[in-house]
């Protein structure tokens, strides 16, 4: 197996259409993939999908719609404007995975891949459901607003982190990451490092993100 | 106990702004409750929970945005531009879910809701907490690739539903519903039953919603 060296995601999180195409165009060439987050999407609709796309045609674009049902038709919706690949939330059963991979498959072909979003309580057992049904990528989360509540990165969260990268997974992290902690991930196979406001809110979001991806190289390089 | 007759709740799935607005403009003044579905607000964005307010003045307007993290600035952006109620998914953290209830309630004072939408695996141990951050609407549902699967409302869904009221929640039911189902759920206290295709599709969508309407008026007047 090749060493990976984990990806750097820019998650778009704005409210806006304008401050999202802002970050967007200031930190895009610097990342591997770009995000379309959930909140602008359910703000402006997947004309930013289409926008981003239209702007960075050689980036992986994913639509974060941590969607629950319609698999079909939201992962059609998104792919056609698109998105490579796109999110379902983990409480959703396996024929909305099912139907959203299909869908996105139907437009990019083996490119297009559908994220698991692991939230709340959920079981490697129902993981092993979403392998069965090939989604081999899963995006480990610390909740913007756990991590408001005063919750952080632990021990426990990189032992399920690396449980399934064994099982099988690609695994993204994301949720409060910033440059000084991507060193606790350090000697777990993290396929993507997503980051939002860590990256768009710094004074020079560029660099901002060629410091992520300088840390990243120096540990995982 | 004043007897309840449940509400009638039309979902706007649509995937184009035009064709949920005519979908609303035919049925919006035959039903309870008007929402901005998931699809569409993923597709056109919270410009739809505006046009709805502005048409439906009178009208609860939810949005369905089965939000799963940043509930406080989700819940904001849909209250300002008209939503009185907003759906979170049953996997978001309770930080989520109290944030989006916090927010919703800023703009619309006590009218302000929260609704747990119900998807996957959910203990009544959950179900407890959720009643205990003050939100009391559940959403149980039937997925649509569920359905298209091949399941269907049976028993147990039944007593799922029947116990979420026991305990003290306002229960919603969805998911291939429509007039020849409703009777399946004599007796239980449902609050709202949302339909979508089954209203929108139907060829002359008000008279499908005044049927259901008369339906449940015959079984719950």
Redesign the interface.
């Given at each position: 197996m090749t060493k990976h060296i984990p990806n750097l995601q820019v998650a778009l999180?704005h409210?806006d259409l304008k401050g999202a195409i802002k970050a967007a165009v200031a930190v895009g060439a610097e990342v591997d993939i770009i995000e379309a987050g959930?909140?602008c999407?359910?703000?402006?609709?997947?004309?930013l999908v289409e926008v981003l796309r239209n702007l960075f045609p050689d980036k992986i674009i994913v639509a974060d719609?941590?969607c629950?049902?319609?698999?079909?038709?939201?992962a059609k919706?998104?792919a056609v404007r698109g998105a490579d690949w796109m999110t379902c939330?983990?409480?959703?059963?396996i024929?909305?995975m099912?139907?959203a991979l299909k869908a996105i498959q139907e437009v990019n072909g083996d490119k297009g891949e559908i994220q698991i979003?692991l939230?709340?309580?959920?079981?490697y057992d129902?993981a092993q459901l979403w392998l069965d049904a090939g989604i081999s990528q899963a995006i480990y989360?610390q909740?913007?607003?756990?991590l408001?509540?005063g919750e952080t990165w632990g021990e426990k969260d990189l032992n399920k982190v690396k449980k399934l990268i064994d099982m099988g997974f690609r695994v993204s992290v994301t949720g409060g990451l910033d440059v000084d902690t991507l060193k606790l991930f350090e000697g777990v196979d993290v396929y993507t490092f997503i980051a939002g406001r860590g990256i768009t809110e710094a004074e020079n979001p560029a660099q901002a993100a060629r410091e992520f991806k300088d840390e990243i190289r120096r540990i995982w390089g």
């Open positions: 999180d409210s959930t909140v999407l359910l703000q402006v609709g997947s004309e719609t941590k629950a049902d319609a698999g079909g038709t939201i919706n998104n939330i983990c409480s959703a059963t024929p909305t099912s139907a979003e939230y709340g309580d959920w079981t129902q989360h909740s913007r607003d756990a408001l509540a």
